[in-house]
């Protein structure tokens, strides 16, 4: 018996023209859906659940009813069952930081007691990207970041996390890590698949239970911080673009022309 | 009465309309000029359940409504009215008569591999001198001993050239008149006289073979006989109501990607220094365009919840057909005008949604058999 818990949001994509109200964006310029990062690690989850037996692939996720359509989404997908923590606190809570995640899966994680925790990279929404790690420091599970490549079977068999980090400048890292772990999954690391009709009519009927702060063993201090949102703006973007028109004789000229004033290329 | 969508039907069009953006609106005009039936489209369709929505899960279907049906209809509809129809003919006409009319044994053998998308199916009710007055066919089945022999030709026959199974519709008492026609179960691969004798090219849908079919001597054990003897008419009039109902839905997917792609277009292209979407004549159009496909939208759900209830559907799946079908043509043509010197190009959707659309209002009953249909239901 494994279990894997995955942690998902459902995140707010901004339509292209929109309207900024207060410190957010006009509730009629947004759509709902499954943060990116999180539908990859719901994926790998499934896939670990289909290769082994008795693997339970479990979904966590910090958010109000409205979310409960995105969260049987994963269902849909394979997930087996799904918990939801909400509560008076956080409807009230305008930002609720990593710290204040951090708490509540915390929480989670010590009454599942899984074997893997997958959570996204980042969501899309507020990109603190930082919940996972700062989990599996809290919950004192190993951790690897940035994941985009797992090989299913060392999980399976030796209960290792042998894994590829995607660093910057396009290095590949190559890391093992012994489970109980927690990993940051990228995108990329597999191909989500769409749900299956027959999986979102048999989503319908699996548990999303609720759970409020204090049947984690939590008060509203848990949600408390001292972030907070103080402005948000549209910076005025800059563009400097010139145009050039004619052949392309023409134009290769006129490009010439410019990188030879910029002091580019040899005399 | 409540407009709302139930969240699993949301789901369900969400996921398939996912599908459709992703998968196969890149192909949509590709598919069309190439006149490809796309199996490979309908092998993804088959592994995510779509290809028995209304099918009982005890034959393999997916064991939902005629209205999570229709909401799936209209969104392949959406993005290609070809393999809309094919796939709507898989369903209505190939498929559900199995489950209506089929024995356990039939069920087992036949309507199996098409709930589960493993075989397309197929439906053969028109003639070359039989379209309208259908009940006028020409093909025959003989009883002899054990075995019937159809003899005759078919026409316009959606997938035929594709398909594990063909519903045909013969004679098999000629004095008997709309008693005396039968179903049978047709094995187009391995019954021997059954030829394609020509697959069509169309105005349009043409991802979606429509064939004429030669029956010649078509010998087949007498367990091939869906229902009993005389009761093809019965069973016909059965299908096209549940049938019209997808057609309906298909209309609207047509009218529904023809006006997206109209208003997107409008709100970007700008003429004498504004968008065109600011031309009174234009937003007139765009608005007349939402509240056609609207309204066949209505009248679609309407039928289809109508029929998951049980109640009859004659009048309602003709009146959604008739207004749905006439709504997509519309509604494509405006989206051609929006469009410009554009919208007349195969770069641009509006077009393939406007040859496609004509069909609508000519395969399962004419508008003009529609309004013969509907009359008749209010007394006329
Ligand atoms: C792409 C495509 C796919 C098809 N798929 C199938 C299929 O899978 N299976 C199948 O069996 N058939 C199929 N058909 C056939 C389709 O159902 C017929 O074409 C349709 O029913 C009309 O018959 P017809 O073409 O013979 O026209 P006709 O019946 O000859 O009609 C010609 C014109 O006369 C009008 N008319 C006829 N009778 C009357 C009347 N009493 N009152 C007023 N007007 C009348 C018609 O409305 C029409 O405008 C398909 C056709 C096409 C084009």
């Known amino acids: ?267 | 009465m409540d407009f709302e969508l139930p969240a699993e039907h949301r789901m369900i069009r969400d996921t398939v309309r996912e599908f459709c953006e992703e998968e196969i609106e890149p192909i949509a005009q590709e598919i069309e000029n190439d006149h490809r039936f796309p199996a490979e489209i309908f092998g993804q369709l088959a592994d995510l359940d779509v290809m028995g929505v209304p099918i009982s899960e005890e034959y393999g279907g997916l064991g939902g409504d005629q209205l999570m049906y229709a909401l799936v209809t209209e969104e392949l509809g959406r993005v290609s009215g070809g393999i809309g129809l094919s796939y709507a003919a898989h369903v209505s006409l190939g498929t559900k008569p199995l489950e209506l009319f089929g024995t356990e044994a039939q069920k087992e053998r036949w309507l199996r591999p098409l709930a589960t998308g493993e075989e397309i199916g197929a439906w053969a009710l028109t003639e070359p001198g039989s379209g309208s007055d259908a009940s006028d066919m020409d093909t025959t089945a003989e009883k002899d001993g054990d075995e019937y022999v159809l003899d005759g030709t078919k026409q316009f026959i959606t997938n035929a050239s594709e398909a594990g199974s063909v519903l045909v519709k013969a004679v098999t008492d000629p004095d008997a008149g709309y008693d005396g026609i039968s179903t049978f179960i047709v094995d187009p691969r391995n019954d021997d006289g059954f030829e394609v004798t020509t697959v069509w090219d169309k105005m349009g849908l043409n991802c979606s073979p429509t064939c004429e079919i030669a029956l010649n001597g078509v010998r087949i054990p007498e367990d091939r006989l869906l229902g009993e003897e005389g009761e093809g008419w019965t069973q016909t009039m059965k299908t096209l109501d549940g049938g019209r109902i997808s057609i309906a839905a298909l209309s609207t997917g047509l009218a529904q990607g023809a006006y997206d792609a109209a208003a997107a277009y409008a709100k970007e292209r700008e003429q004498f220094g504004r968008p065109i979407s600011k031309f009174d004549a234009i937003r007139d159009k765009l608005v007349d365009m939402y509240r056609k496909t609207e309204r066949a939208r209505l009248l679609t759900h309407k039928a289809a919840v109508r029929y998951d209830g049980g109640q009859s559907v004659t009048k309602e799946s003709a009146l959604a057909k008739l207004d749905a079908s006439e709504a997509a043509r519309k509604v494509a043509e405006d989206a051609v005008q929006v469009l410009g010197g554009y919208g007349y190009t195969e770069d641009f959707a509006p077009q393939r949604f406007y040859r496609d659309a004509k069909l609508m209002e000519i395969g399962e009953g004419t508008s003009e058999i529609q309004h013969l249909v509907i009359g008749r239901q209010l007394g006329f």
């Open chain 1, 1 to 267: 018996m494994m279990k894997v818990l995955v942690t998902v949001k459902e995140v707010a994509e901004v339509e292209e023209d929109f309207e900024i109200e207060g410190t957010g964006i006009a509730d009629r310029y947004l759509e709902y859906d499954l943060n990116e990062w999180d539908d990859y690690a719901v994926e790998e989850a499934v896939q670990i659940a289909e290769t082994g037996d008795d693997i339970e692939v479990v979904s966590v996720t910090i958010g109000p009813e409205r979310c409960e359509e995105t969260i049987r989404m994963a269902l849909a997908k394979g997930v087996d069952r799904a918990i939801r923590v909400w509560d008076d606190a956080l409807a009230e809570t305008d930002l609720l930081d990593v710290a204040a995640k951090t708490r509540i899966l915390r929480a989670v994680v010590e009454a599942e007691e899984p074997d893997l925790v997958f959570t996204g990279v980042q969501a899309g929404d507020d990109s603190f990207g930082a919940t996972g790690v700062s989990l599996a420091d809290a919950v004192g599970f190993e951790w690897a970041a940035v994941v985009n490549d797992l090989d299913v079977d060392a999980v399976l068999d030796e209960s290792v996390a042998r894994v590829h980090r995607e660093l910057e400048g396009g290095v590949d890292e190559v890391t093992e890590v012994d489970l109980p772990a927690v990993l940051t999954i990228q995108t990329g690391i597999n191909e989500p698949r769409y749900a299956s009709l027959r999986g979102i009519r048999q989503a319908q009927r699996k548990e999303i239970a609720e759970k409020h702060l204090a049947d984690l063993g939590l008060d509203a201090e848990a949600v408390e911080t001292d972030v907070r949102l103080t402005e948000m703006y549209e910076p005025e973007s800059e563009s400097d673009a010139t145009i050039f028109e004619g052949s392309a004789e023409e134009t290769a000229a006129q490009l010439a022309q410019v990188l030879r004033e910029k002091g580019v290329g040899a005399e």
